[in-house]
């Protein structure tokens, strides 16, 4: 092996950085939505939210290189005036979804539709929800399939929106982001390191690897080295382990 | 060692599109959906524009689709602000319509939408069993404990909704989107037999078995459960049929 190389070296901190990297747009985004929404008022009309929640989001869900494929703002219990539950959310452009079909515009998610009330009436348990409203920061939920309204393999990006600190929460922004995009944006960097690498999550499930013997979906077992995402709930392994079960 | 490239998998790309008959399967889907009670009396169907959006087809065909429907007693038209097509409340239980719907669909048939199903279900349970996270198995355990097998109706919805659950446990977008598809078409047909409470008790303790094995990430346990419960779910159907051909009543 050679010792030196005159070859810039991909190290795995880079590969990492990436990773964080990559997500900067899409945190800076709800980050904006969120200033945008903490407006000073601790109570909202549902047409004021919408129209509100409306404009900003569907410049993130159309245009040739959308950032995101679904977004906008789950309101906490009371904030909208006589509501428990409001959901504004609208989807990017949909080809042959088997849900919703195929729509060249954004969508509103109808979720007075019978299929999803179960899923709603328990929207404050969801990962999504529970975590940035219990820690107070921006959270990453996933890859999962979301069986909802996509149908793909995404992560959902939730902010909590507050007036000022120490008040109640009025919801949360959030934002899913396909799995293809991110990785569209960092597998030639993770090819480019010398070792076989695999980005995994919290529960260690891969999301991108670079050893096909490991593949995305799994739980990736490990026992190198690795380095943790910066502001991620992410990690990258170092030559991940061959999988016992697949 | 034979090399030669056969010519299945190329000649599928080619294959035709469903498109003949669309009024037809629009008709077909929201019929047996009503006959068979996944859709409950007085419920609003989505508008005809979205129905077309998510069906694939014309407006037109839409409307084809629910004229035959009106004709059939099965949804009304109202007028008006809050109005729509909604699902009507049956005097008697469609039992006439269940009767024709299975003598017009041929053993084999049935069977072979069975073992599609099964094929895909199985793949779920296993994958699912593979890749599930502990907290994926916590999840799964509370929503079978908060699901209701008790009911006809509520059987009926969480049994898809059971299968649901596995497919997103898969990590795999393709199969969910594959479940979705199926059982939209054969779905409610394969739960015909959640009027009989036996039947419903015997799922609930299946499904309690699958994600057991999905829990303890045993992958052969989880696919042989999923194999027994569409077979005996299959059975409860193809006994149905076999009632009917002889003249008696399908759920006698």
Not at chain 2, 185 to 190: A, K, N, Q, S, Y
Request: with cysteine.
């Amino acid at each position: 092996m050679p010792e030196i190389s005159q070859l810039p070296e991909v190290t795995i901190s880079d590969c990492a950085a990436a990773v964080t990297a990559s997500f900067a747009d899409a945190f800076a985004e709800l980050d904006g939505w969120r200033n945008e929404l903490a407006g000073g008022e601790t109570s909202v009309r549902p047409t004021d939210l919408d129209a509100h929640v409306e404009g900003l989001v569907i410049p993130a869900l159309t245009g040739a290189s959308p950032l995101f494929v679904g977004a906008g703002f789950i309101a906490a219990p009371g904030y909208v005036h006589g509501r428990d539950i409001h959901f504004a959310w609208w989807l990017g452009p949909q080809a042959g979804n088997p849900l919703l079909g195929s729509s060249s515009a954004a969508t509103r998610l109808d979720f007075a539709a019978r299929a999803y009330t179960d899923y709603v009436r328990d929207f404050r348990t969801l990962e999504w929800y529970q975590v940035p409203q219990s820690t107070n920061q921006t959270h990453v939920t996933g890859p999962y399939v979301d069986r909802l309204c996509t149908c793909e393999y995404i992560f959902t990006l939730t902010m909590p929106v507050r007036i000022g600190e120490g008040t109640p929460m009025l919801g949360v922004v959030g934002a899913d982001i396909s799995v293809r995009r991110l990785e569209s944006i960092v597998l030639p960097l993770f090819l480019a390191a010398d070792r076989p690498l695999a980005l995994v999550n919290a529960v260690d499930r891969v999301v991108i690897s670079t050893d096909p013997t490991v593949q995305v979906g799994q739980l990736a077992s490990h026992s190198g080295d690795s380095v943790a995402c910066s502001g991620l709930p992410f990690r990258v392994l170092v030559g991940p382990d061959r999988l016992p079960r697949f | 060692m034979e090399a030669h490239n056969r010519p299945g998998a190329r000649e599928a790309i080619f294959a035709q599109l469903v498109d003949a008959g669309r009024t037809e399967q629009v008709t077909i889907r929201l019929t047996d959906a009503i006959i068979l009670g996944v859709l409950a009396p007085d419920e609003r169907l989505p508008s005809e524009s979205d129905l077309a959006r998510r069906f694939g087809v014309a407006l037109i065909t839409v409307r084809e689709g629910l004229a035959v429907l009106r004709d059939a007693g099965l949804v009304e038209t109202r007028r008006g602000r809050g109005g729509g097509s909604f699902v009507m409340k049956a005097d008697a239980p469609h039992s006439t319509l269940v009767q024709a719907r299975l003598h017009g669909l041929a053993q084999v048939d049935l069977s072979d939408m069975a073992v599609h199903f099964a094929t895909i279900v199985e793949g779920c349970a296993q994958r699912a069993a593979l890749r599930a996270s502990e907290p994926d198995s916590d999840r799964l355990d509370l929503w079978l404990r908060g699901a209701d097998f008790a009911t006809v109706a509520g059987a009926r919805t969480n049994a898809g909704g059971f299968y649901l659950e596995l497919a997103v446990l898969s990590q795999s977008a393709r199969l969910v989107r594959e479940l979705i598809r199926l059982q939209a078409e054969f779905g409610p047909l394969l739960l015909l037999g959640m009027t009989d409470a036996r039947a419903r008790r015997s799922l609930l303790a299946s499904n309690q078995a699958i994600a057991g094995a999905v829990r303890a990430n045993d992958a052969a346990a989880a696919r042989q459960f999923a194999t027994e419960q569409v077979r005996s779910l299959a059975e409860w159907l193809l006994n149905a049929k076999a009632r009917v051909e002889r003249g008696g009543a399908w759920d006698a």
